[in-house]
């Protein structure tokens, strides 16, 4: 059995991105506790927080513009942020990415 979280960017012609794109993560049962702890280990770094609460959410937006609960945090924190998201979904044995887009200017 298997856990897939699924989320979606949708395309934006003024910024020049005309793609509708899904993508997710999938993740084995036997590898979802492995998996949520080091996500927490990250959580409590950020937030000091293992809460699991909107103020605690990964959101790749708001950590890269430095928005909501990232807003006035240094880049570098932030980029050391998505440098330790990065290292958890590159862990490819236990998780794996899927995406699909959809150019909507073919539709």
Same mark, same amino acid.
């Given at each position: %059995?298997?856990?897939?979280? #699924?989320? @979606?960017?949708?395309?934006?012609? =003024?910024q =020049?991105?005309?793609c509708y794109i899904v993508g997710g993560v999938v993740i084995k049962m036997s590898h979802i506790a492995e998996v949520e702890a080091l996500m927490t280990q +990250?959580?409590?770094? /950020? #937030? @000091?927080?293992?809460?699991?609460?909107?103020? /605690?959410?990964f959101h790749?937006?708001? +950590?890269? #513009?430095g928005k909501g609960v990232y807003?006035? %945090?240094? %880049?570098?924190r932030r980029l050391e942020i998505f440098r330790?998201? =990065?290292?958890?979904l590159n862990l490819r044995d236990k998780i794996k990415?899927?995406?699909?887009? +959809?150019n909507t200017d073919k539709l």
């Open positions: %059995m298997y856990v897939a979280y #699924f989320d @979606e960017v949708k395309p934006n012609p =003024g =020049g991105r005309h +990250i959580s409590v770094e /950020t #937030f @000091e927080s293992a809460d699991l609460i909107p103020e /605690t959410e790749a937006s708001h +950590i890269y #513009f807003k006035g %945090m240094a %880049m570098e330790k998201l =990065g290292e958890v990415l899927v995406y699909a887009c +959809i």
